[in-house]
């Protein structure tokens, strides 16, 4: 038993998986091509595993955070660093570009070396980057050394927003996994969340004088513009701060794997990783859920991260009110994933995923065209409906993504958890950063994108609705405990 552990035995399954199939034929169909010639018969729960979860949490925050950084503070820094709509775009898909870029080689990184190799080397990413974005220099050159940090930041990525279902498997037992996937995973809108929060709380907004305009870049008062230059420069050392204190907790104890496996599915071998992504590329059962998620996500966060352009360019509202919004919306976003992760563990998922999967994508359709028509002005126009429209569309459209990681791992097993869900947000980030792309010609404006929310949360449906569920690594640990 590791040091400074409680371990204790646990039940392989709750009682409500025994209705999952379990015959020997199936097993065999499950078992990985190296088979264990001796199976561990006793399974063990640590509480560390509270610890390693707590932590991945706050690293996997922090990188959306500093991802969301100039989103949040759009305005301001449109005027005193002298950027335009493109340069906000740009600075927001090197996390999508660093991504599709270093996807594959993390989920390499997880299957071969495992969890703590990749999550250190992420966190010393983050440490680097938000060290880089401090650097004194003058204001001419600023613009590319928040490039420059930006990219280091978005090299991070892949194994905060891929490693939650891993980090599942391999320190929770079968009826806690969906929750603690549903944990981990939320901290992909928590941290947005915290940009909205933070962000506009260090860099306050740039308010016109005399006749001059908001966006009169030459006329602001040089004392105000170093004024909000100095804001800037002081959010960048805190968020160097933050990283360097989480960096310091994984390099002081941030175990790969407990000493004993929580559930047979665990300890049972995986494919290695060029097989298990050619059985992904080939299968019709992982594209169905991956193109589900990745398409409504991808669009989603490429649409909250510009949303004070957004809603600005729609009916004026101002930088604090869309930043407020943003953090209520991702906020409800931890809350729907973790109540519905709570919820499927509870009443066992078997059978149950796609339909409460159904329900979301029905609900996020309804939103999205809510605060489209909002924005568009073809209906009464009011605060309160436009916080309402995104709020529960934030908490329905996130509340989704643990379940398609479950759900897309349940039918691909035995194929490793981290090359599944490695593949799908490679394919999230895909779409995210083509999206960001468009951004990036200046005549094409925001008020599109609206629609475009619309449309990826639309394509879901039908997908779903094609897809059929299986649950072989559950039916692995259940045959297991009736034996």
């Given at each position: 038993?590791?040091?400074?552990?409680?371990?204790?035995?646990?039940?392989?399954?709750?009682?409500?998986?025994?209705?999952?199939?379990?015959?020997?034929?199936?097993?065999?169909?499950?078992?990985?091509?190296?088979?264990?010639?001796?199976?561990?018969?006793?399974?063990?729960?640590?509480?560390?595993?509270?610890?390693?979860?707590?932590?991945?949490?706050?690293?996997?925050?922090?990188?959306?955070?500093?991802?969301?950084?100039?989103?949040?503070?759009?305005?301001?820094?449109?005027?005193?660093?002298?950027?335009?709509?493109?340069?906000i775009a740009l600075i927001t898909s090197w996390?999508c570009t660093t991504f599709v870029l270093s996807?594959?080689?993390?989920?390499?990184?997880?299957?071969?070396?495992?969890?703590?190799?990749?999550?250190?080397?992420?966190?010393?990413?983050?440490?680097?980057?938000?060290?880089?974005?401090?650097?004194?220099?003058?204001?001419?050159?600023?613009?590319?050394?928040?490039?420059?940090?930006?990219?280091?930041?978005?090299?991070?990525?892949?194994?905060?927003?891929?490693?939650?279902?891993?980090?599942?498997?391999?320190?929770?037992?079968?009826?806690?996994?969906?929750?603690?996937?549903?944990?981990?995973?939320?901290?992909?809108?928590?941290?947005?969340?915290?940009?909205?929060?933070?962000?506009?709380?260090?860099?306050?907004?740039?308010?016109?004088?005399?006749?001059?305009?908001?966006?009169?870049?030459?006329?602001?008062?040089?004392?105000?513009?170093?004024?909000?230059?100095?804001?800037?420069?002081?959010?960048?050392?805190?968020?160097?701060?933050?990283?360097?204190?989480?960096?310091?907790?994984?390099?002081?104890?941030?175990?790969?794997?407990?000493?004993?496996?929580?559930?047979?599915?665990?300890?049972?071998?995986?494919?290695?990783?060029?097989?298990?992504?050619?059985?992904?590329?080939?299968?019709?059962?992982?594209?169905?859920?991956?193109?589900?998620?990745?398409?409504?996500?991808?669009?989603?966060?490429?649409?909250?991260?510009?949303?004070?352009?957004?809603?600005?360019?729609?009916?004026?509202?101002?930088?604090?009110?869309?930043?407020?919004?943003?953090?209520?919306?991702?906020?409800?976003?931890?809350?729907g994933a973790i109540t519905f992760g709570r919820?499927?563990?509870?009443?066992?998922?078997?059978?149950?995923?796609?339909?409460?999967?159904?329900?979301?994508?029905?609900?996020?359709?309804?939103?999205?065209?809510?605060?489209?028509?909002?924005?568009?002005?073809?209906?009464?126009?009011?605060?309160?409906?436009?916080?309402?429209?995104?709020?529960?569309?934030?908490?329905?459209?996130?509340?989704?993504?643990?379940?398609?990681?479950?759900?897309?791992?349940?039918?691909?097993?035995?194929?490793?958890?981290?090359?599944?869900?490695?593949?799908?947000?490679?394919?999230?980030?895909?779409?995210?950063?083509?999206?960001?792309?468009?951004?990036?010609?200046?005549?094409?404006?925001?008020?599109?994108?609206?629609?475009?929310?619309?449309?990826?949360?639309?394509?879901?449906?039908?997908?779903?609705?094609?897809?059929?569920?299986?649950?072989?690594?559950?039916?692995?640990?259940?045959?297991?405990?009736?034996?």
């Amino acid at each position: 038993m590791e040091s400074g552990t409680c371990g204790e035995t646990t039940h392989l399954l709750d009682d409500t998986l025994t209705d999952l199939p379990a015959s020997p034929d199936l097993l065999v169909s499950l078992n990985s091509p190296k088979s264990n010639s001796n199976p561990i018969v006793e399974y063990r729960l640590y509480t560390s595993r509270w610890y390693v979860l707590f932590v991945f949490v706050l690293l996997a925050a922090s990188q959306l955070c500093l991802w969301n950084t100039f989103g949040p503070i759009a305005d301001t820094a449109k005027i005193v660093l002298g950027w335009t709509d493109s340069d906000i775009a740009l600075i927001t898909s090197w996390g999508c570009t660093t991504f599709v870029l270093s996807a594959f080689f993390y989920s390499w990184l997880m299957d071969v070396k495992g969890l703590k190799v990749a999550v250190t080397l992420g966190a010393a990413c983050l440490f680097v980057g938000t060290g880089i974005r401090c650097l004194p220099i003058p204001l001419a050159y600023i613009k590319w050394v928040m490039h420059l940090g930006q990219i280091v930041i978005g090299f991070a990525g892949p194994v905060m927003m891929a490693a939650p279902a891993l980090l599942s498997a391999t320190w929770f037992p079968p009826h806690q996994r969906i929750t603690s996937t549903a944990i981990a995973a939320s901290a992909s809108y928590l941290g947005p969340a915290v940009a909205y929060l933070i962000c506009p709380a260090f860099v306050g907004e740039v308010h016109p004088s005399n006749n001059s305009t908001l966006y009169d870049v030459d006329d602001i008062d040089p004392v105000v513009k170093q004024h909000h230059v100095d804001e800037i420069n002081t959010l960048m050392y805190v968020e160097f701060g933050v990283m360097a204190l989480l960096f310091l907790c994984v390099l002081i104890y941030f175990p790969a794997k407990p000493q004993t496996p929580p559930s047979p599915s665990a300890h049972d071998d995986r494919h290695d990783f060029k097989p298990g992504l050619l059985i992904l590329v080939k299968n019709i059962h992982f594209w169905l859920p991956a193109l589900c998620y990745s398409i409504s996500n991808g669009v989603f966060y490429a649409w909250q991260s510009q949303l004070v352009l957004i809603f600005k360019d729609a009916q004026s509202v101002g930088q604090g009110t869309s930043g407020w919004i943003g953090f209520y919306a991702n906020i409800a976003g931890v809350i729907g994933a973790i109540t519905f992760g709570r919820l499927i563990d509870h009443i066992g998922p078997h059978g149950k995923i796609k339909s409460i999967l159904i329900i979301l994508v029905i609900c996020c359709i309804g939103l999205a065209l809510w605060f489209g028509i909002l924005c568009l002005g073809a209906i009464n126009f009011n605060i309160a409906s436009l916080y309402i429209s995104c709020i529960t569309f934030g908490f329905c459209i996130n509340a989704m993504v643990p379940l398609y990681f479950e759900m897309t791992i349940e039918g691909m097993y035995p194929v490793a958890e981290g090359i599944i869900t490695g593949f799908m947000t490679w394919i999230m980030n895909l779409v995210c950063l083509t999206v960001l792309l468009i951004l990036m010609f200046p005549s094409i404006g925001v008020s599109w994108m609206n629609w475009a929310a619309l449309g990826g949360v639309s394509v879901g449906l039908p997908l779903l609705l094609c897809y059929k569920e299986e649950y072989n690594r559950l039916s692995l640990d259940a045959y297991n405990r009736l034996e």
